[in-house]
């Protein structure tokens, strides 16, 4: 049809005799001819017969209308494809719709009909009925489907081997019995290996027999799969002949019965245990059948009657107890088959001695009766009754209800005894029948009646106290007992309560309760304790002091509880036992560990036959009392040293004063070299003592400076750049001060200074490095703080931390650090005055300091400083750059000391003022009375015998009110500027000082106006 290239499309003829030739082909062919589109041009009678449609229907129908739904879209590729010549012709399968709707199956030839040089217009159709072809198809393949579905079902599968090709086929059910992909082509060895090993030589003996004999094998055995899954499966096989009868294979069926083989077993092990408990039941077992022959019997019954079950199990039972022929057992069993019905019986078996009851219950094939020797059973009864009767005469309640129903409205009370009607007020059968909850009342406890119920819910006993009422109304206290009571099998049946009255021991509870509630106001710690040390009462006081609950403390052993050195318990429990009573001061400790001071007092408690049963212990906490005491020992202490302290640096401040202004006078008239390096030799040594001097009065009693508002930031800030040049790089170092830090009333050089002893010391904590930190906040200390505290005063302070990560300070070490000469340091490398100078300046601030640390982990230095109430100013004259002299101003010279009189009145002569000297305070009020208006300034000594500063000033104001005066001394009490700067002082030099410093301090006296002093 293809090698056709010339048709009718521009040729008439050719068309005429191609519609001829389609008219004309025999009836069996379909043949149609349509455009490009589908639309049908002409067919024969066979393709209108085919479809049921005249030429004339068709002419006005195309092949859409007459292809099935389900079959369009491919055919319509295909033809696409025909169209645009991928394909030379094409041969499809496809269900035609006729006239009436029905589906049947073509095969159609489709080729293009092409015109000499011209594109192709016109399609041919060529059909051949496939119909039976098909449905046979559609039939295999349904069956094929159904034999698969029932294979799969039923999990078998078949094989068969070829002995000569030596090939194995699997179906695809054994493929996948093996856990194999459908298809899989195993080898004879492959498919024995799948066998578990201990079956393996037993499958290769069964296929060797059947390839050499023919014999066939039908085995079970346990097969692993690929995935390691065991399964049983079943094999058979059978030879395969060829037509000498030559064996050229074998070939079977393969059935997974993993299920059979569990469902087996499972029976097997149901009729094991069904028989094993049969034999473990404790009662006694036989089964009949209809002749009266012992079919069965357990070990419980050969026990009982005393033969072994060979000599019972078929044989009649009258055979082998004629005893029981014709008595209440016979009648009993003879019951049972007559009715069909259960029948029990309770008879005494004499040659057993024992009285037995036996139940006879009709089964198919006879009867099975079970019975048990209820001998103690009836003994029981018998002490039931006897028990049943004392309960009776009980003084307490006892009731008994149903196990059930626990919630509303409650388990039915069953039994009562005389003492409930006694106690309630109730008749038993006004309660019978009905729920114990009838006695309870609007002041019964909510929350007991909950944890009851919560108990009697998870089956469990419980005890409580409950306030019921009598039939009259009358509250009666009682004290309840509930448990369950089980059966033999354990399933709980009943509850038994018994209920005993305790109102009045709970009225004298009550009032003991109260007692215990006015000793729990008491602010002493409270506790009781019987002779066995364990502690019996334990009031609120001691919970708050100790931490311990009263549950805790509770039944507690006091020895272990509270007292670390049990051996001074041991002496104090001696002592009350023989005296009767010990009071004393004890330690004892916390349940945090934490170790307190207490006044203890401890009294043996007799009852009432004088015998000794407790001891009561009150203990007053006097743990803050002692800590206050100890600082202010310790504030007397440093407060003795400082004084000593100061009194040794005053006479030094004495012989040192008059060596320095010697040196000053010297180094003017000394002009060779030498002598003026041995004068700056001398002089910077007496300095350095002068600075350790003044460093102990530091300590003694602070270090005072110029006094007005400081702002700490900008200290800080100083302090850190200092640090950020001085300190290690391998020391990180971090300040933080916030924005609205109060400011202080102090010297920012001295406050500098004590920072900075501190930031040395903790350096040379991190020889390794570490971490510094500085940090400033504000803070209010309360009353409590200040009561712990002997230094602190309530109100708002300015907080300075120094904290380091550096080696920390021993415990043992912790109470010396300020005292002065006291140093961890090696010989050379400190003096040991940097933190009681620290401490003495930060005292003379009205601060005090405290302090954290932890050995291997820092150092934590905390400094508390007042904050200003209102900033002052304090004016400081800018220093000329050389010491002022004087103008002839007469000066009076007060001193005790020689040696200072004599330098200093050399050096102010030397500086142009005129000097009078007096050796005490007595010849200075004589010499100043005869010079009363000439002398301009008075310096004085403030420690000096026969009169001292003060006095000697007193005197001279009352002589001249207005009378300029300058002290000085090695003790700077005398210069705290609060009354006397400013009111008694103009000006105070703390010895020892240089001529500069006098010199200085003199002008700037002078300068200020003479009635500022009155």
């Known amino acids: 049809m293809n090698n056709n290239r010339a048709l009718f499309r521009d040729n008439p003829e050719h068309q005429k005799a191609l519609n001829g030739a389609i008219l004309q082909t025999p009836i069996g062919i379909s043949m149609a001819i349509t455009d490009l589109q589908g639309r049908f041009v002409e067919c024969n009678p066979a393709w209108s017969a085919m479809l049921g449609y005249s030429q004339a229907d068709l002419s006005a129908l195309d092949l859409a209308a007459i292809i099935h739904p389900g079959d369009r879209a491919h055919k319509n590729q295909l033809i696409k494809r025909l169209c645009q010549r991928e394909v030379p012709y094409l041969v499809i399968e496809n269900r035609y719709l006729t006239r009436t709707g029905q589906a049947i199956w073509y095969r159609t030839h489709l080729a293009l009909l092409d015109a000499d040089g011209q594109p192709p217009e016109r399609l041919l159709l060529v059909a051949e009925d496939c119909s039976e072809r098909q449905l046979a198809e559609q039939k295999i393949e349904k069956s094929q489907r159904l034999h698969k579905m029932a294979g799969r079902i039923a999990q078998l599968g078949g094989w068969t081997f070829d002995g000569i090709a030596q090939r194995l086929f699997w179906s695809d059910e054994t493929c996948n019995i093996h856990g194999r992909p459908p298809g899989y082509p195993p080898t004879i060895e492959e498919g024995i290996s799948y066998y578990a090993p201990e079956y393996r030589e037993m499958v290769e003996r069964a296929v060797d027999r059947c390839l050499e004999h023919g014999e066939s094998f039908d085995f079970e055995a346990e097969l692993v799969r690929t995935d390691g899954q065991r399964v049983w499966v079943r094999a058979t096989g059978e030879s395969i002949c060829d037509e000498t009868g030559a064996i050229t294979g074998f070939e079977g069926a393969f059935q997974d019965i993993s299920v059979l083989r569990r469902n087996e077993m499972e029976r097997h092990a149901l009729a094991a245990s069904l028989r094993a408990t049969m034999e473990r039941i404790s009662e006694a077992f036989f089964t009949l059948d209809h002749n009266w022959t012992i079919t069965f019997a357990n070990q419980e019954m050969s026990r009982v009657v005393g033969r072994r079950r060979e000599e019972m199990t078929g044989r009649l039972l009258w055979d082998v107890f004629p005893e029981a022929e014709h008595t209440s057992f016979h009648a009993c069993y003879q019951k049972a088959f007559d009715t069909g019905t259960q029948a029990t019986v309770v008879e005494y078996y004499a040659p057993t001695g024992m009285w037995l009851e036996a139940h006879a219950h009709p089964t198919e094939d006879g009867l099975a009766v079970h019975f048990q020797d209820i001998t103690q059973r009836r003994k029981d009864e018998a002490k039931l ?83 019921n009422y009598t039939k009259q109304g009358e509250e009666i206290w ?146 803050q009392q002692k800590l206050l005491e100890q600082q202010l020992l310790h504030s007397q202490r440093m407060e003795g040293i400082g004084t000593l302290a100061g009194g040794m640096a005053h006479n030094l401040n004495n012989m040192l004063a008059p060596i320095l202004m010697a040196i000053s006078m010297l180094k003017e008239d000394v002009q060779d070299a030498g002598s003026q390096t041995l004068l700056r030799t001398i002089e910077v040594s007496a300095q350095r003592s002068a600075d350790l001097i003044r460093q102990v009065l530091s300590f003694a009693r602070g270090v005072e400076g110029p006094r007005h508002e400081v702002q700490l930031d900008k200290v800080l800030k100083d302090l850190e750049h200092l640090l950020s ?290």
Request: proline share 5%; net charge negative; with cysteine.
């Open 385 to 467: 009754r006897l028990l049943q009767t004392c309960v009776e005469r009980m003084n307490d309640t006892v009731i008994i209800a149903q196990a059930e129903p626990i919630a509303d409205p409650g388990p039915k009370v069953i039994y009562a005894n005389e003492a409930f009607e006694k106690t309630t007020g109730y008749r038993r059968d006004e309660i019978i029948g009905k729920t114990p909850r009838i006695l309870q009342g609007p002041k019964t406890q909510r929350d007991a009646l909950d944890r009851i119920r919560a108990r009697l819910g998870a089956w469990q006993s419980v005890r409580e106290e409950l306030l």
């Open 478 to 623: 009682q004290e309840i007992d509930i448990s369950p009571v089980a059966n033999e099998a354990g399933w709980y049946t009943h509850w038994i309560a018994i209920q005993r009255d305790v109102t009045e021991r709970k009225r004298a509870a009550q009032a003991i309760s109260k007692q215990a509630a006015l000793l729990d106001k008491a602010q002493d710690a409270i506790w009781v304790m019987d002779l066995d040390t364990r502690i019996t009462y334990w009031n609120r006081s001691a919970e708050r002091i100790y931490g311990w609950s009263k549950n805790d403390a509770l039944s507690a052993d006091a020895r272990t509880l509270l007292y670390r050195d049990q051996a001074a318990f041991d002496q104090c429990l001696r002592s009350v036992r023989e005296t009767g009573e010990w009071v004393g001061e004890v330690e004892h400790t916390t349940q945090e560990g934490r170790t307190l001071r207490l006044i203890s007092r401890l009294t043996l408690v007799r009852d009432e036959e004088e015998q000794p049963s407790t001891i009561l212990a009150i203990n007053t906490d006097v743990t």
């Open 725 to 1014: 040049e001085t300190i290690p790089r391998n020391i990180a170092i971090h300040v933080e001060v916030p924005a609205d830090l109060q400011t202080i009333t102090g010297d920012p050089t001295q406050l500098e200074q004590v920072l900075l002893n501190i930031c040395i010391n903790a350096r040379d904590a991190m020889p390794k490095g570490g971490r510094l930190g500085i940090l400033a906040a504000n803070v209010m200390l309360d009353s409590h703080y200040a009561a712990m505290n002997i230094e602190a005063r309530e109100g708002p302070y300015v907080k300075i931390e120094v904290d380091d990560s550096g080696s920390g300070i021993d415990p043992a070490n912790m109470e010396k650090i300020f005292e002065p000469f006291f140093t961890t340091k090696r010989v050379g490398e400190g003096t040991g005055l940097g933190l009681s100078t620290t401490q003495a300046i930060v005292k003379s601030h009205g601060g005090f300091i405290r302090v954290h640390s932890e050995p291997n982990v820092g150092t934590r230095f905390c400094i508390y400083l007042p904050a200003s109430k209102g900033a002052f100013a304090a004016s400081v004259s800018e220093q000329p750059a050389a010491a002022p002299r004087g103008q002839g101003e007469l000066i009076m010279l007060v001193d005790d000391e020689e040696a200072i009189r004599q330098v200093t009145r050399q050096t102010l002569e030397a500086n142009g003022y005129q000097v009078l000297v007096a050796a005490n305070g007595a010849e200075a009020v004589a010499l100043f009375a005869q010079n009363i208006d000439r002398i301009d300034l008075v310096l004085t000594d403030m420690m000096m015998p026969v009169m001292d500063g003060p006095a000697t000033i007193q005197a001279l104001r009352q002589i001249r009110p207005n009378v300029r005066i300058v002290g000085a001394s090695g003790m700077p009490q005398h210069g705290k500027s609060g009354s006397l700067v400013g009111a008694d002082l103009l000006h105070f030099l703390p010895k020892p000082y240089t001529a500069d410093v006098l010199l200085r301090a003199l002008a700037k006296a002078l300068a200020d106006p003479a009635t500022s002093a009155a």
